[in-house]
């Protein structure tokens, strides 16, 4: 609301106007008189603080700025232009060149620096230094000075675990390098060098009744015989079958041939085991070659016997003995004939021997006789005697001979029981004779008063079968004559002056 004021006095300072009202008066707080010496102006300054900092006024009354105080004589007389050249310029002017002065590049230009182009965005780029920048510090850097190896090991130059750690290390570079040339000397060439070779994991498969099974179970109870006469260095070699838990071993004459007639020749026993024992001659039967010895051992293995007659050609067999000195040995083969006629020995002297024998292709060589010939059951069947040979070695061919184990057993017990042996005789000698229709044994002599005698047969009769077996030379007629007990009648079938004749011969003893 407005009010009627009488006018001021516009001589009055602070005079307002009609118009106007006067300002309020201001109500300043109080200072702290602190305060005011931290914050307040300093002595002698009264208005606002920007005063001290007024230019001075020119010489004309206006404000203007101070000059510098001229710079020393020194720099003056080393940067200004040289005496009367006041006027003269320091770049020459384009008119004196006749020339257009080149210009120069731009500093983002050089490639190798981007960050200079001041136009260039913000991408993430290669560091500031470049590869090149680095080989050339790294050129020209010099290099330290080199250590020798007495300031290392005793310049205290280098730390002790340094020292060992490069000792480690190199014992461990001369380890590497040592293999690598025992590796490179093992393997030679390329033609030898280390193979891989597969080894089968599984077990041998050994059934019952198979080769290696027959040969574990009875070449126990065969044994290699060493015959040596006293002062002699070597002798007769062959093998032995136990057949008798007493010890007893049947084998063949010839083997121990030469402790016949002489106590003193030694016989040695030697088993599969390698142990050795002496042997003693019980007796032996030359016409048969058959012997038996002794040993004193207890509870050896014995020889399970067969039969021999039920034996057919084709039968599997196998020879066991120790040939050419050669212990424990095996061979396998097939029953090539049966009661074939053997006539063999007859050598320093003695009188060949005749008897009937198993033919086998199981390999038997020198050292075989007197051992065993087992059938596929792993029982005797047989006793090793003699072989067919094209050499005078007499190497084995494939054909080889074996006494029938029926036969040979019957010899064996009676040698036994007696030390000797009486076998069947007819008293005649024959010789093997052919015609164009027939074959057999011609008689060459006949004993006085002897079973032929008394029979009637005459020399030169031809005798082609005894009892059931026919007689086709004179080495069947022995066999099938021994197949007999003395005083055995039979009927024996000859022929005389182009008749058939049949007498009954009471057979006698030898």
Do not use: C
């Amino acid at each position: 609301m407005m009010t009627d004021q009488p006018n001021a006095n516009p001589a009055q300072p602070g005079a307002v106007g009609a118009d106007r009202l006067a300002p309020r008066p201001l109500e300043r707080p109080a200072v702290d008189p602190a305060q005011t010496a931290v914050f307040g102006r300093p002595h002698g300054v009264e208005g606002a603080f920007d005063k001290l900092y007024t230019q001075p006024s020119n010489s004309n009354g206006g404000n203007g700025f101070g000059l510098a105080p001229p710079p020393p004589e020194s720099l003056a007389e080393a940067f200004r232009r040289p005496p009367g050249a006041e006027d003269v310029l320091l770049q020459r002017p384009l008119e004196a060149t006749g020339e257009p002065p080149e210009p120069e590049e731009p500093l983002w230009t050089d490639q190798r620096d981007p960050w200079r182009d001041p136009g260039s965005g913000a991408v993430l780029a290669g560091p500031a230094v470049t590869a090149e920048d680095s080989a050339e510090e790294s050129g020209t850097r010099p290099g330290g000075a080199l250590l020798s190896l007495p300031e290392v090991l005793f310049g205290r130059r280098v730390k002790p675990r340094a020292l060992a750690l490069l000792g480690v290390l190199a014992l461990l570079v001369g380890a590497v390098g040592g293999l690598v040339s025992w590796w490179l000397a093992d393997t030679g060439s390329s033609l030898t060098g280390s193979a891989t070779i597969s080894e089968a994991e599984a077990a041998k498969e050994r059934p019952p009744g198979s080769l290696a099974d027959i040969a574990k179970r009875v070449s126990p109870a065969v044994v290699a015989l060493e015959v040596v006469k006293p002062g002699a260095d070597a002798g007769e070699q062959g093998s032995g079958v136990v057949i008798d838990p007493q010890g007893y071993i049947l084998t063949n004459e010839h083997v121990v041939s030469s402790a016949s007639g002489d106590s003193s020749v030694k016989i040695t026993a030697i088993f599969n085991d390698g142990t050795r024992t002496a042997a003693k001659l019980v007796g032996a039967d030359q016409k048969t070659d058959l012997a038996v010895v002794k040993v004193a051992v207890t509870n050896p293995v014995v020889m399970q016997l067969g039969k021999s007659a039920d034996l057919q050609a084709g039968d599997a067999v196998i020879a066991v003995g120790s040939p050419l000195a050669l212990q424990n040995s095996i061979t396998s083969g097939i029953v090539s004939a049966l009661d074939r006629p053997v006539t063999a020995g007859g050598d320093n002297g003695a009188p060949p021997v005749t008897y009937e024998a198993i033919q086998t292709d199981a390999a038997i060589n020198h050292g075989n006789s007197g051992g065993a010939l087992v059938d596929a059951t792993g029982a005797l069947v047989g006793i090793n005697s003699a072989i067919r040979s094209s050499s005078a070695d007499g190497g084995s061919i494939g054909i080889g001979f074996a006494i029938p184990s029926d036969y040979a057993v019957k010899i064996a017990r009676e040698l036994i029981a007696h030390g000797k042996v009486v076998h069947a005789d007819i008293g005649i000698n024959a010789a093997s004779v052919a015609g164009s229709t027939s074959m057999g044994a011609q008689v060459q002599n006949v004993v006085p008063n002897g079973p032929a005698a008394a029979a009637g047969i005459k020399e030169g009769d031809v005798i082609t079968k005894v009892g059931d077996r026919l007689v086709r030379d004179s080495a069947e007629l022995t066999v099938a004559v021994r197949n007999h007990d003395p005083g055995t009648v039979v009927p024996v079938q000859l022929a005389r002056s182009g008749a058939l004749l049949v007498v009954d011969v009471t057979l006698g003893s030898d």
